[in-house]
């Protein structure tokens, strides 16, 4: 096991990677689990940073920002399925060290329970505080691999009934459509049994897109970039080899180049990744050659392979707004959603915001937000009629918007990355482990200009 992570200053000093205190905070402010490593933090140090986050107003800024300072005590915070994962130290620490730290502990935990919410935690307490004292000792990290952590950690999880689960929570987004695919069987512990002590022999495979896009008054695109990650989570008894194999046709570098300096024999092709980067667990011997990763899967989740892509691709959605006048203070506004997609695939959790100048007085409805289903193919209007106050001297046009949009899209894929095989070496001839490849896009920055 590592015992401990250290950084260097330019100068050459030793930093010690320490932290003083872990905590996991509700929405509410609600302290969940707390662990102090070191004793040089003051235990109010959770209500502290709760009333710093949330009324957080310094530098113009309305959200507080991952890492701050108050009263010599350093706050880092990442927040993962509306949990607010917070680490605390006094020392002069790397910041992405430490927040990389919050998001293993979150996975980890994630791991052991199958799903993290405040109900798992609370019938869970015992282990996630047996967890915590594996994972930090004294302050020090020690490991955060869910399999190392198996031979020290010996608590049983408490399993959480995933049928509880929101409808249109990040266990359920593959369950809408014709192909529904088993959303809730992911969220299950990969430490637990199923029941009567057998084994499931299960692997999934999700590739995620996160994409960003900004288009013009006329509709046009100024800007557009995919943020993906093949994410791996594992049920397979004895770590079997895995064989993942992409598109033949993938080529890494805008000028075509391979993830290696000399160049590839792909070339240009239909699918062109800006870059990317791998699990230390994955063998790129036969990437070079026909696409393909070899690894043998820890236990738990975890990114196969990350890659970004600002190539040009066909949007899911095209937005189109029109501001009229309606007469000397009223203005209607036509939105107007367009969805791209075959009519075979249905997006759900669709919100769409316009902010409106500030001397709007009145509107049509309660607000100009809608969740929607949208079927590919489809179009759908929003209409809002608006009223201005007298004292209006301003131009609509201008001060109103941008349009944000934001969504999620199941068994769809706007990078045309595919999978095309997943092959598991078998242990023996009645093992057959089941193979789930599951596709998935979503809007990080989809922001369309009036």
């Known amino acids: 096991m590592i015992s401990q992570f250290f950084v260097l200053s330019q100068r050459g000093d030793n930093i010690v990677f320490r932290v003083s205190q872990f905590f996991v905070l509700s929405q509410r402010g609600d302290n969940i689990v707390f662990r102090d490593y070191r004793g040089d933090v003051q235990r109010g140090s ?18 507080a920002p991952p890492v701050f300072n108050v009263d010599g005590v350093n706050y880092f915070h990442v927040k993962v399925v509306g949990l607010l994962f917070v680490a605390t130290t006094r020392a002069n ?3 992405s060290l430490v927040l990389e730290l919050l998001q293993r502990i979150a996975r980890v935990i994630k791991d052991y329970l199958g799903v993290l919410n405040e109900d798992s935690f609370r019938k869970n307490f015992v282990l996630v505080y047996e967890l915590l004292d594996e994972v930090v000792d004294f302050g020090y990290v020690q490991t955060t691999s869910t399999e190392v952590l198996k031979s020290y950690v010996f608590n049983e999880p408490i399993m959480f009934d995933a049928a509880r689960l929101p409808t249109l929570g990040p266990a359920a987004i593959f369950m809408h459509g014709s192909k529904r695919m088993p959303g809730t069987a992911v969220t299950k512990s990969v430490v637990a049994n199923e029941p009567g002590g057998r084994k499931r022999e299960e692997i999934f495979v999700d590739i995620i897109e996160k994409i960003n896009i900004t288009f013009s008054s006329s509709g046009y695109i100024l800007t557009s970039e995919i943020d993906g990650t093949i994410q791996m989570k594992s049920y397979l008894t004895g770590n079997p080899e895995i064989r993942l ?12 180049r391979s993830i290696y300096d000399y160049g590839g024999s792909f070339g240009s092709g239909p699918v062109i990744l800006d870059d990317c980067n791998f699990h230390e667990s994955v063998n790129l011997g036969s990437f070079e050659m026909d696409r393909t990763l070899t690894l043998v899967p820890p236990d738990g989740e975890f990114p ?23 007469g000397p203070l009223k203005a209607e506004v036509i939105l107007k959603i367009h969805a791209e997609f075959a009519s075979t695939i249905t997006a759900n959790t669709i919100q769409v915001q316009m902010p409106l100048p500030m001397y709007t007085s009145r509107y049509c409805s309660i607000q100009l937000i809608s969740v929607w289903k949208i079927v590919g193919g489809s179009e759908h209007t929003l209409r809002a009629k608006l009223t201005f106050s007298p004292e209006s001297h301003g131009n609509i046009t201008k001060e109103a918007g941008p349009v944000s949009m934001t969504f999620t899209i199941p068994m769809y894929n706007t990078s045309r990355l595919q999978v095309k095989y997943l092959q598991i070496a078998k242990k023996s001839k009645t093992c057959n482990p089941y193979r789930w490849v599951r596709y998935v896009t979503q809007a990080n920055s989809y922001v369309a200009r009036i």
Do not use: C, H
């Not at 959770?46 to 959200?63: C, N, P, S, T, Y």
């Not at 194999?245 to 075509?256: K, P, T, V």
């Open 93 to 95: 620490v790397s910041p």
């Open 245 to 256: 194999a992409l598109n033949e046709d993938l080529s890494i570098g805008r000028d075509g």
């Open 46 to 63: 959770a209500e502290i940073f709760f009333r710093k986050v949330k009324f957080w107003k310094e530098d113009g800024e309305e959200e």
């Open 304 to 326: 196969v392979m990350n890659y970004r892509m600002t190539q040009e691709f066909k949007p899911p959605f095209r937005i189109n707004v029109l501001i009229e006048k309606a």
